[in-house]
């Protein structure tokens, strides 16, 4: 599994999705679909597109990864996860596949997802990419509309070291004469995600040039077009929304009817409709408790934003990473004057929390180690006053051990 152990469970093929697509009757093409793609963003992009579909009365499929608490939440139909009965019959059925070529944890699960939501004829699916792009398990799907969020640094091992080259694996998911949305117009993505849009033959929209925020209202084309409160609203999904907001208006110029109503709902209810949880997600009041699943250098600044933007005392940060990461970048943004507790979550590709220790004092990072992730928490509520303030993270699985998550 990638997911816990990295490297080792990567395949960067698509052969054994298309081999378990053809033993399934191929389900990719029986249903339609958003591909979502993207370094940061990608996963909120896909569960505010999944809140607004089902607002708009599309029985509306949702895949997602990784999951935090339960495999079930990578798989959902209108906001209920897949049953566990499903996924092991599922399992049972393709066994001789599974046996034969021994296929990676990540595909099995993307050819159940496509399984699933044929058996079940959604309307359409939101399906969001597991890593990059061109050769994620994902990309055998022809979408209704592409849609690719934030690029930045991350997973550099495996996609590139410049954002030049990440993006060019992302842009993998720009299908022939499939429209294409790109979230953030970023000057060293713009020319990549042009001319290969241009080869694909591919409508391209970059969603800056059309909408912007303006405090509680969205213009479009310089006109006001929507009002949305934005007081709940992290500050970095205003950048999201645009992606969105760009989608919705393709979804509904190829026939579908996504009213400004459903749009409006989608957004003020994704956590409600889709369960959508870690994105700057608050988990106490008094001291305010605040978590986020943000962990490479973009998202870390993001949740850095959302901090300066809040009034508090004290902060106490509890923080855990992944071993396969050069982590020294994301120490160097962190704040000098937090107290930190060094943690480490429970899974063989979570860096030991002594490292993890031994590095951030070395930026100048001061704290105390406490390996379990809760137990760290705990000890950050102890010393917090009533007016300080507790973010949890720097890891998807940090987050995902939460008790009260």
């Not at 969020?149 to 998911?173: C, V």
């Not at 303006?214 to 999904?237: A, R």
């Given at each position: 599994?990638?997911?816990?152990?990295?490297?080792?469970?990567?395949?960067?093929?698509?052969?054994?999705?298309?081999?378990?697509?053809?033993f399934l009757g191929h389900p990719e093409h029986q249903f339609k679909s958003i591909h979502v793609a993207g370094t940061n963003g990608k996963g909120s992009t896909s569960h505010y597109l999944a809140a607004i579909l089902q607002q708009a009365g599309y029985k509306t499929g949702l895949y997602t990864s990784p999951h935090l608490k339960?495999?079930?939440?990578?798989?959902?139909?209108?906001?209920?996860?897949?049953?566990?009965?499903?996924?092991?019959?599922?399992?049972?059925?393709?066994?001789?596949?599974?046996?034969?070529?021994?296929?990676?944890?990540?595909?099995?699960?993307?050819?159940?997802?496509?399984?699933?939501?044929?058996?079940?004829?959604?309307?359409?699916?939101?399906?969001?990419?597991?890593?990059?792009?061109?050769?994620?398990?994902?990309?055998?799907?022809?979408?209704?509309?592409?849609?690719?969020?934030?690029?930045?640094?991350?997973?550099?091992?495996?996609?590139?070291?410049?954002?030049?080259?990440?993006?060019?694996?992302?842009?993998?998911?720009?299908?022939?004469?499939?429209?294409?949305?790109?979230?953030?117009?970023?000057?060293?993505?713009?020319?990549?995600?042009?001319?290969?849009?241009?080869?694909?033959?591919?409508?391209?929209?970059?969603?800056?040039?059309?909408?912007?925020?303006?405090?509680?209202?969205?213009?479009?084309?310089?006109?006001?077009?929507?009002?949305?409160?934005?007081?709940?609203?992290?500050?970095?999904?205003?950048?999201?929304?645009?992606?969105?907001?760009?989608?919705?208006?393709?979804?509904?110029?190829?026939?579908?009817?996504?009213?400004?109503?459903?749009?409006?709902?989608?957004?003020?209810?994704?956590?409600?409709?889709?369960?959508?949880?870690?994105?700057?997600?608050?988990?106490?009041?008094?001291?305010?408790?605040?978590?986020?699943?943000?962990?490479?250098?973009?998202?870390?600044?993001?949740?850095?934003?959302?901090?300066?933007?809040?009034?508090?005392?004290?902060?106490?940060?509890?923080?855990?990473?992944?071993?396969?990461?050069?982590?020294?970048?994301?120490?160097?943004?962190?704040?000098?004057?937090?107290?930190?507790?060094?943690?480490?979550?429970?899974?063989?590709?979570?860096?030991?929390?002594?490292?993890?220790?031994?590095?951030?004092?070395?930026?100048?990072?001061?704290?105390?180690?406490?390996?379990?992730?809760?137990?760290?928490?705990?000890?950050?509520?102890?010393?917090?006053?009533?007016?300080?303030?507790?973010?949890?993270?720097?890891?998807?699985?940090?987050?995902?051990?939460?008790?009260?998550?």
């Amino acid at each position: 599994m990638f997911q816990r152990d990295g490297a080792s469970a990567f395949k960067k093929d698509l052969t054994h999705t298309l081999r378990l697509c053809e033993f399934l009757g191929h389900p990719e093409h029986q249903f339609k679909s958003i591909h979502v793609a993207g370094t940061n963003g990608k996963g909120s992009t896909s569960h505010y597109l999944a809140a607004i579909l089902q607002q708009a009365g599309y029985k509306t499929g949702l895949y997602t990864s990784p999951h935090l608490k339960s495999f079930t939440e990578r798989i959902k139909i209108n906001g209920e996860e897949i049953h566990k009965q499903a996924v092991v019959d599922f399992v049972d059925r393709i066994k001789p596949v599974i046996n034969e070529i021994k296929p990676s944890f990540f595909e099995i699960t993307v050819a159940m997802c496509f399984d699933y939501f044929a058996k079940e004829q959604v309307d359409i699916a939101v399906i969001e990419v597991g890593m990059g792009g061109r050769l994620d398990s994902t990309n055998v799907i022809l979408p209704e509309v592409s849609v690719i969020t934030n690029i930045s640094m991350d997973h550099q091992q495996w996609l590139g070291d410049t954002i030049e080259a990440i993006a060019r694996e992302k842009a993998g998911i720009i299908k022939k004469n499939r429209p294409v949305v790109i979230t953030e117009k970023q000057p060293e993505t713009v020319a990549v995600f042009s001319e290969i849009a241009s080869v694909a033959n591919s409508v391209i929209t970059f969603a800056g040039d059309n909408y912007e925020f303006k405090n509680n209202v969205v213009l479009k084309e310089g006109k006001e077009w929507l009002t949305i409160d934005t007081t709940s609203l992290p500050k970095y999904q205003f950048r999201n929304l645009l992606g969105v907001f760009s989608a919705i208006d393709i979804l509904n110029e190829r026939g579908y009817s996504i009213s400004n109503e459903a749009i409006t709902s989608g957004v003020h209810k994704v956590f409600d409709l889709t369960n959508l949880k870690g994105r700057w997600q608050k988990l106490a009041e008094k001291p305010l408790m605040y978590c986020d699943v943000g962990h490479n250098e973009a998202g870390i600044i993001y949740i850095l934003d959302q901090i300066n933007s809040l009034q508090f005392e004290k902060l106490h940060i509890v923080l855990g990473m992944v071993n396969d990461k050069d982590v020294s970048k994301i120490l160097s943004l962190l704040p000098k004057n937090a107290t930190y507790y060094f943690c480490q979550a429970n899974i063989p590709r979570a860096m030991a929390a002594e490292a993890l220790a031994e590095k951030g004092n070395q930026f100048g990072l001061a704290g105390i180690v406490i390996k379990n992730v809760n137990e760290a928490v705990d000890a950050a509520r102890s010393n917090a006053n009533l007016n300080d303030l507790i973010f949890i993270g720097g890891s998807n699985f940090v987050v995902a051990e939460l008790d009260n998550l």
